[in-house]
């Protein structure tokens, strides 16, 4: 757990964050590295991992369409891995793993229960998935709270801008702007793209 001792940080010893990850942005960064200052070892869960866990929960609103949901388990992982290695976490320091949020009885089979659970919480989904997995014994630590309004850039923003050719390369990581383009993932998003209006 991390706490504080005399107005310092201390460190957890294994830390677990989680997302979709649908694509990796610059605030899914701010996220895992905020994660990453206050523990040694960091455990990066990926939700959604397959098709298999889509419409899970009813809260999961954005974990239901296949649209929202365009890239795989490994090229997310591939993604946050390269990532994370170009801001300079040290390989040795990070593990990504499934993150079977929608079927929750499954996820101390991939993250450790004994670890840090680091949060942020933007919407009433991530309030029931803090609840959740601190009704599971788990030990949460939120980050942040803030509006959806104070969210900032979404994975939705992403595809959208691919989606309709507009630019988005300011809004990923170096690595994930390469990795989208050299894969054609970016033609797959279009080619999948669902408006709602």
Known sequence: MATKERGRMIMAEIGVVHGRFQI???KHMEYLLAAKMRCSRLYIGITHPDDLYLGGLEADRHGIRKSDNPLTYLERYEMIHDALVDFGVRREEFEIVPFPITRPEYIFEY??????????????WGEIK????KSMGADVDVLWRKSEEEKGVTGTDVRTAIALGRDWQQMVPRTVYDYILKNGIDQRIKDNAVFTG
Do not use: G, N, W
């Open 111 to 124: 993250a450790p229960k004994d670890a840090t659970y680091f949060m942020s919480v933007y919407d009433s």
């Open 130 to 133: 803090c609840e959740m997995l």
């Open 24 to 26: 990796l942005h610059l």
